[in-house]
Nanobody, 123 residues
Framework: QVRLVESGGGLVQAGGSLRVSCAASGRTFSGHAMGWVRQAPGKERQFVAAINWSGGTYYAESVKGRFTISRDNAENTVYLQMNSLIPEDTAVYYC?????????????????WGQGTQVTVSS
């Protein structure tokens, strides 16, 4: 059974930092892109960042320069380091995995999803 399990969410003040992690299990993710998508209350899911197997990255404009995505292929784990957080970053952050990075970036038919972790940024 494939599982994506997020961890590391929490409450942080504006300007602070937080790192969320996603551990994948149940199959090899060799060749898969992994990424992060968020959903704020009352809003649609929004792409945040993605990384392909070789380490190429892609970010939403709203997080460029503040967030950094990385992965450890040996551990099947992807990370999202979030710096200079603002209240607008408050959302449930979902881990995603798909053979195609574009699927994650466009939120089209993503193959695997995690259950989400809450990130709250207070002003």
């Amino acid at each position: 059974q494939v599982r994506l399990v997020e961890s590391g969410g929490g409450l942080v003040q504006a300007g602070g930092s937080l790192r969320v992690s996603c551990a994948a299990s149940g199959r090899t993710f060799s060749g898969h892109a992994m990424g992060w998508v968020r959903q704020a209350p009352g809003k649609e899911r929004q792409f945040v960042a993605a990384i392909n197997w070789s380490g190429g990255t892609y970010y939403a404009e709203s997080v460029k320069g503040r967030f950094t995505i990385s992965r450890d292929n040996a551990e099947n784990t992807v990370y999202l380091q979030m710096n200079s957080l603002i209240p607008e970053d408050t959302a449930v952050y979902y881990c995603a995995a798909d053979p195609n990075l574009r699927a994650i970036a466009t939120l089209e038919s993503v193959t695997y999803w995690g259950q989400g972790t809450q990130v709250t940024v207070s002003s």
